[in-house]
């Protein structure tokens, strides 16, 4: 019972993260009215017939900054800075490759003498009338 509360909760965060902009495009076809004649930028304007829109994008654009500042929030949390408490011991060897003579076995071809094929000549293939 729990387990499946806790699953159903998830998937609905999931779903609400990634539908953000639907939420809010609901939300303002629900409010249009109240929108258009209260919130609305340019209700004293009816020849732009605006009728909310630029509310609704002005919210759309405030979700999007919103989701662009915690995705770099996140980033930050992401870095962890490394600290060195202790001086590495750091030694230098003064041969660092050793030469090695590499055995010479080279493959001998066969030396064969075999003719190029090459296609007969033009009179052969010439019709004769």
């Known amino acids: 019972m729990v387990r499946s509360f806790i699953a159903y909760s998830l998937i609905l965060a999931l779903l609400s993260a990634n539908f953000s ?60 800075e490394a600290l060195f408490t202790q001086k590495a011991d750091t030694r230098f060897y003064s041969q660092v490759l050793q030469v090695m003579q590499v055995p010479n076995h080279r493959i001998a071809l066969p030396n064969v003498d075999i003719p190029i094929f090459q296609p007969p000549q033009e009179a052969q293939y010439q019709k004769t009338v």
Do not use: V
Request: proline share 2%.
């Open 21 to 80: 902009r639907l939420f809010f495009y609901a939300g303002f076809e629900l409010n249009r009215t109240y929108i258009a004649t209260h919130l609305c930028e340019n209700r004293d304007k009816p020849w732009l017939h605006c009728n909310g829109r630029c509310y609704f994008m002005k919210k759309i654009r405030q979700a999007e900054e919103k989701e662009k500042n915690d995705e770099r929030q996140s980033q930050k949390n992401l870095f962890q």
